[in-house]
Structures are given as C-alpha cells and as structure tokens.
C-alpha cells in the first residue's frame, strides 16, 4: 500500500505586491531583487487570518477531488504564522469546511513544514491509521515581517495550498521521505517574540522581535549543498538517480538557490518548477503553491517522477520522491 496525492488546490490573496511599490518603502531596486532573488511580485494577505487562506486552499483541494468534507479523516496545517497560538489553525480550518469527522493539528517546520507534515500523514496512512490527509502549507509572513528591513522584507509572500492524500493499492504515491533538522543553528532564522522566552510586552515590539531575524548569507550557503544531499538520499531509497526526476519541486526562496541546486545535481533547469517570480518566499506554502501550478499547467503527468526538496529554518532540511 502507499499513499498517493490524488488533489490538489490552492489560493493566493488578491493584493499584490511589487517590487516597484517595495523601491518606494526601503532602499532597494527591482534591479536588486530580481536578479538576487528572482522574484518579481508576491501575494499579501490585508484582512484575511492565515487559516482562511488554508480553508480556501482546502476547498479548491475538495473540488478537485471525489471526496466531500465529511469523508476527510485528518487535517495537518503546516505555517509558522498560525491564527494564533492557541487553538491550532488547522481547527478553524476544520470549521471553515465542514470536516467534522476529521481530526486536525498543525506543525512548524518552517520552510520544510509541507514535507515534514506530508510524512506525518503518509505514515498515518501507511500504518492504517486514516485512509485520506488533506495536508496545506499555508502563511501569512506578511504579519511577522519587518517592513523596514530591506534584508528581508523583499523575499517573503503569502499564500496557501495542499494536497489531499489517499491509502492507494497501486504503485503510484509517495515512494521515499527523509527528514533533517539541525538544532544548533536556531539563530540563522528567528521570530524572537512573542513567546516564553520573550513574552509579548512593549519592549519586545520596540526593539523589532516581532519581526523575523535571517542570515540571509550564511542561510543560503549552506541552502544548495543540504537540498541537494538530501535528495539523493531520498532517490537513494526510492532506487533512483537525478536523471530519473521528471520534475523537481524545490521550495522558492531563491531563483539562486534553485539553479544551485539544479547545476549541483546535474539536473537540467527546464525540470526544476519555478514559481518564485510570481510568490516570492512563502515558507510551508511554497512547494504545494508549485506543485498546484505545476499540475493545473499540465507540466506534471501521470507516472511522472516528482522530487520534491526544501530548506528552512533553522535549521529543517528534507526531500520526498512521488511517482505521480
Ligand atoms: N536591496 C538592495 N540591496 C540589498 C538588499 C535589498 N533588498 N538586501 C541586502 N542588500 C545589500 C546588502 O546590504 C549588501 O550590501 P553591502 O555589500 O554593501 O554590504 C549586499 O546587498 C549583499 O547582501 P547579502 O545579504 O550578501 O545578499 P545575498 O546575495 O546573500 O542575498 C538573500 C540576500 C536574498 C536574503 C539571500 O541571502 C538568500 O536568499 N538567502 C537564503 C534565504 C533562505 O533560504 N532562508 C531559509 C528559508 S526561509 C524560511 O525558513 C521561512
């Protein structure tokens, strides 16, 4: 048995955002990004919480599937801009659509959050535990970036997007799954506050903690080598090689980063799903916001070998091979 993604859905809130209106807010150039990043616009959430965008994200997953509300069995929302801190985004979610029957949490693995929470609900599955997963990355980093902070402000957007997961016979699904954290660089990509550590308090939003801290430098350095480790371990285990992906999702947090790892791999540039230009970085949102472009588009094909690899603070690293 595996489990295979039988649906996909996604959404993107309506404000968009470029680079032009950025060169207006901080000292930067649309020069400067596109050629740094290689990203062109991203979506932003004004009035919308981030379980709204996951709710609509799970909807259009619904329509693109034959299931209805009620027959989902587990909801897992992977962002690190949650609702709030209590109760869990994937709750509101669960509302919002009517799966009732379901049983819902969320995770945090930042840029990682969609594999790590598509591996949760592919063991579920695998073990016998649920027969289906909706399973949505979803983020509003609008809400926890520092506007002022041209090192950062430019890369992040919002968006939602998933994928329904269903116990299939056959020998299409997820083939392979590898996971990576590494606690000793919590400080490469932060959100100090609010939290235990620091508690909300009018100093902690003085001094700009609310906001997300990133080496972007040292970041990214090690961005390209740690992708691309990881997915060869998770070809290794699926019995393949690069020359056998069809199609490379890598999360988008930078053009760079993506042709990086491309080259590295030997993987030619035309099977790497390119979505940054138009998303910009939107952490757990990013691979299933490409994975949805991708299929709508008709890139991705039956029987297609899909390598999916990300790389997130601080530090989360992982790859999934999917035989489509
Ligand atoms: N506009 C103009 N100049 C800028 C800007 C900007 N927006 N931002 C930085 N600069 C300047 C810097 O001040 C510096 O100037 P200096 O040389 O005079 O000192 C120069 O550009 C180079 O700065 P770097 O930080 O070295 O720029 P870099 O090429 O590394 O690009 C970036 C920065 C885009 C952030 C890149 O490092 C990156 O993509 N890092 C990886 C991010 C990532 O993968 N994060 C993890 C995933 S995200 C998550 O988990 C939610």
């Known amino acids: 048995m595996r489990a295979r993604i039988t649906a996909t859905g996604s959404y993107l809130p309506e404000k968009i955002l470029t680079n032009f209106d950025l060169e207006k807010m901080v000292d930067t150039s649309d020069e400067w990004i596109r050629q740094r990043t ?21 909807l259009d997953i619904l329509k693109n599937s034959s299931l209805s509300a009620s027959d989902v069995e587990l909801i897992i929302v992977a962002t690190v801009t949650p609702d709030q801190p209590l109760p869990a985004t994937a709750l509101f979610v669960q509302e919002r659509i009517g799966a ?4 819902a949490f969320d995770i945090n693995a930042a840029c990682s959050g969609f594999i790590y929470a598509l591996s949760i609900a592919n063991a579920y599955i695998l073990s016998g535990f649920v027969k289906n997963a909706i399973v949505i990355g979803a983020e509003t980093l609008s809400k926890i970036t520092d506007w002022t902070d041209r090192s950062t402000c430019v890369i992040f957007g919002d968006g939602a997007a998933g994928v329904l997961l269903e116990a299939t016979d056959g020998d299409r699904g997820i083939l392979s799954m590898v996971l990576h954290s590494d606690g000793r660089y919590t400080d490469l990509m932060r959100v100090p506050a609010p939290g ?8 902690a939003i003085e001094n700009r903690d609310i906001y997300i801290k990133m080496k972007g430098n040292e970041t990214f350095k090690m961005a390209i080598r740690s992708i691309a480790s990881v997915s060869k371990e998770a070809l290794d285990i699926a019995g393949m090689d690069f020359k056998d992906v069809d199609w490379m999702i890598c999360h988008q ?6 042709d990086g790892v491309a080259r590295r791999v030997g993987l030619d540039e035309d099977k790497a799903i390119i979505t940054i230009d138009r998303h910009a970085n939107t952490a757990a949102a990013s691979i299933p916001l490409a994975m949805d472009w991708a299929l709508k588009t008709g890139k991705i094909k039956e029987g297609d070998i899909v390598l999916l690899n990300s790389f997130g603070a601080s530090l989360t690293w992982s790859a999934s091979v999917v035989r489509w």
């Open 38 to 58: 290689g990203i062109e616009i991203r979506h932003i959430a004004e009035d919308e919480p981030t379980s709204e965008l996951a709710a609509k994200a799970a």
């Open 100 to 103: 009732y029957n379901a049983f």
């Open 196 to 203: 235990s550590r620091i508690p909300c308090s009018k100093e």
């Open 253 to 258: 947090a930078n053009k760079r980063i993506i």
